[in-house]
Nanobody
């Protein structure tokens, strides 16, 4: 089974650009739909962006569309979230998740079998 490990960001300022990485091990991400979720303080975990198992079919949440972009690099067995024009509202713990042979991008966290440990993104004004 695949294991996921997020890395990147920490603290950023409003307007900054940053990239999150999610490295896969123990399995090839090319067989998984992969998505990013985030959970802000006192909030439920919410879908951010994702790809189907082919690496296509990109979907982005309305709150980040036009600012964030999800993509995958099969050679490095990793998926990425490019975040531009960061806002304080983007402050959250960001998680990557995987669902084997996911044909479509599911937006419910319960649809995903594998999760990383999360990485903190804090955006100051």
């Amino acid at each position: 089974q695949v294991q996921l490990a997020e890395s990147g960001v920490g603290v950023a300022h409003t307007g900054d650009s940053r990239r999150l990485s999610c490295a896969g091990s123990g399995g090839s991400l090319s067989s998984y739909a992969t998505s990013w979720f985030r959970q802000g303080p006192g909030k439920e975990r919410e879908f951010v962006a994702g790809l189907d198992w082919t690496g296509g079919g990109a979907q982005h949440a309305d709150s980040i569309r036009g600012r964030f972009r999800v993509f995958r690099d099969n050679a490095n067995n990793a998926t990425y979230l490019q975040m531009n024009r960061l806002k304080p509202d983007d402050t959250a713990v960001y998680f990557c998740a995987a669902r084997k042979f996911g044909v479509i991008v599911e937006r419910l966290p319960t649809s995903y079998e594998y999760w990383g440990q999360g990485t903190q993104v804090t955006v100051s004004s």
